[in-house]
């Protein structure tokens, strides 16, 4: 009988001088001394227990920019009351040293007391959409400036193989099949080298080739797939215009019923889509910056351009929940032996797949590292 008695008291010690003990921030993005932040960025604060929100108000934080001053701003939660995001009214000022300050008084519901905060990140030098406008155009030929949302209507379709199909959409021909498993594929054509034979297409055909559903698009279109929630998905391709880069999810009807894009001042890259139980959607963004290379290597160019990657957790609303960057955690070196370091435009990670572990992680497949990488989503200091 008085073993138990022990362990219960013991553990009701623990508890106890848990709730007395004050905790500390366990994710933030921008990460501490981060530089190449874009001048949207919001800022991300997580603890392990839930916040009381009334004592955000009683709590000293500031935003100060070398440059732009003092920032005013708000506060979203997240609906677990783990995570806040504060957003500046102003946007940043390219160049500039910007520093969080957050003083005693914010407390879990628990009663524990978060630890001061303050640390600095570094905006970017200049603005690079035209960095990665000039990147795809070298690495694709497919420049498109679509720029309507997709055709909530469903075409006409007759199932002739030889009549009634549109001339500008290009029936698949099988020329050879086994007994496949999957009894839909889903294709996107795209005009590539400048063909003029077809059109941007979505379109769903059964093993045969037989479409069964097609739908005429206004840009290049990737990634057209069925999510875990039986919901479609696709985006939009349209490297002439990164900022209207998207991916649109469609119901059973192929009604569009909803938009992802990317937050902070990034564009979305359509290499992957991945929806989370919560609701919101994790999301690539490539993120292209001015690299002095002769300073990271022998011989590397001065006026580099190297290829970053972002991922990013958001809402329907461009709400940014979570944000990894590779400049917090690669080095540019550590590309493959076939990535040329010396050149003037370096992809150096290529992130191409994302994919939740059992445990809850997050897995990224980069395609220039050869690498799976693995990432605590909850805890990212």
Known sequence: MSKPALITATFCLIFLTSLGQSQKFIYTSPQPDAKYINPEQNIILRTAYPLDKASLKKTPLSIEGTISGIHSYNILWSEDLKTFIIRPDEHFYYGEKVTINIGRGLNTSQGNTIENLSFSFTIKPQDNLPLLKAFYQENYNDLDSGLTLPNAHLPLINFSRDNYYPTDYQVPHMIHFDDLDDDHYFFTFNPRGGSSDYSDYLSINDKFGIPLFFRKTKSNNL???????????????????????????????????????????????????????????????????????????????????????????????????????????????????????????????????????????????????????????????
């Open 223 to 381: 990634n057209f797939h069925v999510m875990p929630s039986g919901w479609l998905a696709y985006a939009r391709n349209d490297y002439a215009n990164p900022k209207n880069e998207k991916y649109f999810i469609l119901d059973s009807a192929f009604v569009c019923i909803d938009s992802v894009a990317a937050g902070n001042g990034y564009n979305l890259d359509a290499h992957d889509l991945l929806c989370l139980e919560n609701g919101h959607y994790l999301i690539l963004s490539y993120d292209p910056q001015p690299v002095d290379m002769s300073e990271v290597i022998i011989g590397g160019n001065p006026n580099a351009t190297v290829i970053g990657l972002v991922i990013q957790e958001v809402d329907n609303e461009e709400n940014v929940y979570f944000q990894w960057r590779s400049w917090d955690h690669f080095q540019i070196t550590d590309a493959t032996d076939d990535i040329d370091l010396l050149a003037s435009n370096i992809d150096y990670v290529h992130g191409n797949a994302l994919e939740l572990d059992m445990d809850g992680n997050l897995l990224l497949s980069s395609r220039h590292l050869d690498e799976i990488t693995k990432i605590d989503i909850e805890q990212e200091i």
